[in-house]
Every structure is written in C-alpha cells, then in structure tokens.
C-alpha cells in the first residue's frame, strides 16, 4: 500500500476514486446525505483518524472505501496503526471500522435475500429514519449506534420513525 501525507479536508466532502468515495470528517455531512440525497449507500467510520467514508452501496465494500482513502493519503493514523501493529486493510474493515449501510424504501425489496444486490445479510439491526433504514452488523447489539458513534446517532435521531421497515420489531429507541 502506498503511503501518503494526509492532505487538510478544505471542502466539506472530499472526493476520492475519481468520485466514487466520499470523504469528511464533519457528521453532518454523512446525515445530510441520509437526509436531503437518499440512495443506498455504505458508510464507514474510521476512529484513528476521525473520518467518514461514504459510497454508493452497489459499486464499493467497505473494505474498498478503506483501501482508496488509505492509498489516497487520507488515513495516516490508519495506515500507521497498520504498520506498527502488521495489520491489513482486511483487518481494519473487520475490527476497527464502523460499517454501517443505508437503505432507501426501495432498496429494501431485496434486503437479505439471495439476490440482494447491496449483501445485507450480515447486517441485522434497523434504524429507521424518514428516507430509509441504517443497519448495523447482526452481531453488534441494537444500541450500537449510540456507543459507537454518537454524534452521528444523536444528529440522526431526530429524523427517526417509530417502526421498523425490515424487521417486526419497535424500534430500540422507543
């Protein structure tokens, strides 16, 4: 992997891959995606150096969004916590990242079935908003979201809806 200094985020997104991998390290900017431009999107959150990654749901993995922002010089903590420790970009995407999926209504038709274009079925916590679903891992409890990033949890709150669109259960905050 080719290493970068990190360049200063001068735009509030900053655009990685030609496009195609958004980066910012303000929250907002991730909610109001959510919000004002619904379409199915993975979002990753990287703690060592306090960015969102942000891509179309379809055309990357999270693993993908790492390995760009990373090449691209925009991880630096990242990729020095990889070196000292001789951990891979793998290793981050399954241990160290929040990675999280967006869903739109429509997008939903497919969620975790065979041929669901977005690979939704390891993912098995819902938190519905007005303009879709994000989901957490099935195996990270229902206030993930809270605990693990908070300020995106307490901006996106406030667009919250009471039921679930997936699963038939009432929705952890309520």
Sequence with gaps: MKRYLRRDI??????LDGG???????VGDVVNLLVNKPKPYRLCYLEFDDVWLIADAMTYLHEEMIEVAANEGWLPK???FMNKYHETVSDIDANRSVNLIFLTDEALERFGSYTDPYATTEFGYEFPITTG???????????????????????????????????DDVAPWQ
């Design 10 to 15: 001068t735009a509030s997104l900053q655009r």
């Design 20 to 26: 195609g991998v958004l980066l910012t390290d303000y």
């Design 78 to 80: 990242t990729v020095d």
């Design 133 to 167: 679903s994000v989901f957490t891992k099935s195996n990270l409890s229902s206030n993930f979201l809270a605990r693990s990033v908070p300020d995106f949890y307490n901006k996106l709150k406030k667009y919250s809806i009471p039921i679930n669109r997936i699963f």
